[in-house]
Each structure stands twice: as C-alpha cells, then as structure tokens.
C-alpha cells in the first residue's frame, strides 16, 4: 500500500530551503509514495515540483474556492474554500508529515500532528519546548533523503 507523506512549509519560504523541498518530493516519489500538500506555493510547489520529477503523485488540500489556485505541480487539487482550516485535512490524511522550515500555518499543522499521533520529521522547523507536554516526537534531520526514509517507515 503507497504511504501518504504529508510535506508542510511556508508559502513564502526563505529561498535556500526550496531545493531542500524539491528533494525531499524526488524522494518520495522515487519511494512509492504519494505526496500530500496545501497546494499552494512555496515548499508546497518546490516539494511537488519534485515529486513530478520523479513520476509522482501529488495531491493539494487548497484553502481556496478554485482548483486554478493550485501550483502547476499538483495532480488532485481538493477544493475546500475553508481557508487554513484546511490544514487538519492535510495533517490527518497524511501517515507521516515532514515539516520544512515554516510560518505559523506550519506550527498549526504540527501541533495537529503531534495531537493526533502523526510522526512529524522535521528539516530546519520549530522547535518546541513545554512544561506541561512532551515535545520530543518530533524527528529533526538535515538530510531530506533521511526524513523520507524515516517518515516512509513509520508504522500508520
């Protein structure tokens, strides 16, 4: 059965991180997988950029009303017109979610995560502390072949 791996980034990432996220799709779809996004731009379109690269599948959870918002890299655009609600949908369709870098929407989508038990890998992402919860299930790497891998064998 394909794994769904979820990638989560920033629309607007710093730039050095771009290659990072294209990397990372290549990888999941040269695994099998099939990569699931927001759809939008970003690390969203650089993962896909990737994936596509390799033959893969990808699919865009949108925030918007219309399929035409999608980044040309996404295969199934999922109109939702919810906004960032979106993000839940993204996170709990996902077996597995590797965050890159990130804005707030990122630290949504991994606090969803780590509240329903989704294995989160991250590369150059928050970092979180608590008094009150545990916050080490969160997987940091800085090689997107690794994150892949890890994020691939995680039982879901």
């Known amino acids: 059965m394909r794994k769904f791996i979820g990638v989560i980034g920033a ?3 710093p730039e050095e991180l771009l290659p990072i996220a294209e990397r990372v799709g290549e990888e999941i779809a040269r695994r099998g997988g099939i990569l699931l996004c927001g759809g939008m731009g970003g690390i969203m ?3 896909c950029k ?3 690269k390799q033959g893969g599948l990808t699919i865009g959870i949108l925030p918007t009303m219309t399929r035409e918002s999608a980044n040309p890299y996404v295969d199934i655009p999922i109109v939702t017109g919810i906004g960032y609600a979106r993000n839940l949908i993204v996170v709990l369709s996902s077996q597995a979610v590797i965050a890159i870098g990130g804005a707030y929407g990122t ?3 991994i606090s969803y995560a ?5 294995p989160v890998v991250g590369i150059r992402t928050w970092r979180l502390q608590s008094e009150f919860a545990t916050t080490d299930s969160i997987t940091y790497v800085d090689d997107p072949e690794l994150a892949v891998k890890l994020a691939m064998e995680v039982e879901a």
């Open 11 to 13: 629309s607007e990432p």
């Open 45 to 47: 379109e650089w993962a």
């Open 114 to 118: 780590l509240n329903f038990g989704i």
């Open 50 to 52: 990737g994936a596509k």
């Open 107 to 109: 630290l949504n989508e």
